[in-house]
């Protein structure tokens, strides 16, 4: 059989292959180690942290004594993102609807979603500053900073998220479950919230579930807009506090407790943005299923 | 038409009548309404901003991108050294992190058993997850300080290298910022690297294997030739976020408004100037700030066009909206 023997591979050859797939395998476990780090410290200083207290009391704000926990900065984030999804889904969805069912390849619509790359990839602290240029500094509602214009910059940051991931899902809506319906008779808007929408839906939730994930971790926006407070406050037209501004302002602190605060308050945050991510993914799941 | 068929105002029974025909209208027009009004938001913003900071581009003009003097005391604004700072950091934040994203996509991609691809992809995918804030706690009390001492005797062992040694370590410096934008870029880098590389058609792969090359050989001679523009495109989009990250950096690049000397020493940058000084500012300071952030604008969004047309040609006539627009648009997360 030596006629079909396949000659072999160089010793050199085979050494660069080796070293090549070794570096590459090296590269991914140095992609994990941030991870495992960040993982790691969360949980041993941000668990310490954490108490009944913690999640019940509000920072009272004096730097001696007790500095309170964190409960105002979470009601704080989850009423001004939950304020910035209603703005952002309706919206999203909607201009997404435009692209998939009248744009469709026309230059408005290309010019559209063009645009709507462009947000993408606006940093976020870009929509804090036109938030206050335009709402803030004009007092608009009269108050400067307020927690509704912190929604309505993340509603912004969130729109390209909605609009794209939006946009996918409803171009894999079959078009002849569309044409099947304009056939029968119906008029479009019945097509649309009778047929698109309905079978496009668990597509629609993850993307959306995604944006509040990414809106609910964002800082930088909230900065320019909603600023620093302590208590609870339902009036969205007030400064209110947030987790991310919390632990922003605890970071800077000299004292060790703030700073431990910080911690839990980081623990917290992650811990709600994964339960976003979680959630998207196995709606995300369960759809593809079906 | 028979009459039978016709109703009164002379229209067919098939047709909708005005008002049945009205809905259809609004919503139409009022979905078109809504996608225009996005234009004119981000032109209304341009515009908005550029009037905002007209006064300082016309006191101090090209002085205020490229004169190195930035002096909250004497109230003079020349931002060289922030737009320094960004630039040196985001270039750190590349040399880091694209080499390893895409090391780590190759692997995913092309080496790693079918079983363990999905799970490690989320694992790379969960840093996409971790707010900038956490990034920023996690610099300023964990990588700084540890890292220190390492700098230190690297500072000193390599003295002789020009910009790296020189100088004693700062505990907050250009290279932790480009680090920890290193870790933040890394996810998005590796999703589009993944996806651009799943691209790649079996064909060619095969072809290459068939003609005796080894794994790596048709990685580079397969792989890599037909994913350079989509790699290159998501480099550019990690490079994007780069420039305009700013809770993380501003707490561990030390804030000093001066090009720092070597790669150790404390700087700035346009975004952490913004979220610094934004409280305590007032007149032309806080045009500064706008100006800075026009600059900032400015800077992304060329970066960006650059980046979607590196993606758009790596997606070899796929449309835009496919796959890879989808993790551009909401980052790699919703690779599920």
Not at chain 1, 17 to 39: N, Y
Not at chain 1, 184 to 206: D, E, Y
Not at chain 2, 147 to 171: C, D, H, N, Y
Request: proline letters at 5%; hydrophobic letters at 55%; aromatic letters at 8%.
């Amino acid at each position: 059989m030596s006629a079909t023997q396949i000659p072999q591979i160089s010793t050199r050859r085979r050494r660069t292959d080796k070293l090549m797939r070794g570096s590459l395998f090296a590269g991914t476990m140095i992609a994990l180690i941030p991870l495992i780090l960040i993982i790691f410290y969360l949980l041993q200083r941000g668990l310490g942290s954490w108490s009944k207290s913690f999640f019940t009391t509000d920072p009272t704000g004096s730097f001696f004594g007790n500095p309170g926990g964190i409960r105002s900065a979470i009601l704080g984030s989850l009423e001004i993102v939950a304020v910035a999804t209603l703005i952002s889904i309706p919206v999203g969805i909607g201009v997404a609807l435009y692209l998939t069912e009248y744009g469709k390849q026309s230059w408005f619509a290309n010019t559209v979603r063009y645009f709507v790359d462009v947000m993408t990839g606006v940093p976020s602290i870009m929509f804090g500053l036109f938030i206050y240029i335009v709402l803030v500094l004009a007092h608009v509602g009269g108050s400067g900073f307020a927690g509704w214009k912190g929604s309505v910059a993340l509603a912004l940051l969130m729109l390209p998220i909605v609009i794209r991931s939006a946009e996918v899902v409803l171009l894999l809506v079959p078009s002849s479950l569309r044409e099947a319906a304009l056939a029968l008779g119906a008029p479009r808007w019945r097509v649309i919230t009778r047929v698109v929408l309905p079978t496009a839906r668990s597509g629609l939730v993850t993307g959306s579930l995604l944006a509040v994930a990414r809106g609910m971790g964002e800082t930088a926006p909230l900065l320019f807009t909603v600023a620093v407070a302590f208590g609870v406050t339902g009036n969205l037209n007030q400064q209110m506090n947030t987790l991310p501004i919390q632990i922003y302002t605890d970071i800077q602190s000299p004292r060790s407790e703030i700073v431990a605060r910080a911690w839990g308050g980081a623990l917290t945050l992650v811990v709600l943005v994964l339960i976003f991510n979680v959630v998207a993914r196995a709606v995300a799941r369960r759809s593809r299923m079906a | 038409m028979e009459a039978a068929t016709t109703v009164a105002g002379g229209r067919s029974v098939l047709e909708r009548s005005p008002a049945g025909r009205l809905p259809d209208q609004v919503l139409k027009w009022g979905l078109t309404a809504l996608a225009a009004a996005i234009l004119v938001l981000l032109a209304y913003f341009f515009i908005r901003l550029v009037g905002q900071s007209g006064n300082v581009f016309s006191t101090y003009g090209l002085k205020f991108v490229f004169g190195n003097d930035w002096d909250v005391s004497r109230n003079i604004y020349h931002g060289g050294a922030l737009v320094a700072g960004t630039l040196i950091t985001s270039a750190i934040a590349l040399l880091i992190g694209v080499p390893v994203a895409v090391a780590s996509a190759l692997f995913i991609a092309e080496m790693c058993p079918r079983r363990l691809r999905g799970p490690l992809s989320v694992l790379v995918d969960l840093l996409a997850a971790v707010p900038s804030v956490v990034y920023g706690l996690w610099g300023v009390f964990v990588l700084c300080p540890h890292l220190l001492p390492a700098e230190k005797w690297f500072a000193s062992t390599f003295s002789f290298i020009p910009w790296i040694g020189g100088g004693v370590p700062a505990l907050y410096n250009y290279f932790i910022a480009g680090l920890i934008l290193a870790i933040m870029i890394l996810p998005i880098v590796s999703a589009i690297s993944r996806e651009v590389i799943a691209t790649v058609p079996a064909e060619n792969k095969e072809a290459a294997l068939a003609l005796g090359a080894t794994r790596w050989e048709m990685i580079r001679m397969a792989v890599l030739p037909y994913s350079r523009p989509g790699i290159t495109g998501g480099a550019m989009l990690g490079l994007g976020r780069a420039i305009g990250e700013t809770i993380a950096v501003v707490l561990v690049i030390g804030n000093a408004p001066v090009i720092g000397k070597h790669l150790f020493s404390q700087g700035y940058t346009l975004a952490a100037v913004i979220a610094n000084e934004f409280g305590e500012a007032t007149g032309i300071h806080t045009s500064a700030l706008f100006a800075s952030g026009l600059v900032l604008f400015v800077l992304t969004l060329i970066v960006n066009m650059i980046a979607r047309w590196f993606v758009t040609r790596g997606a070899h006539g796929t449309r835009g909206t496919g796959a890879t627009g989808m993790t551009i648009a909401s980052g790699p997360a919703s690779e599920t």
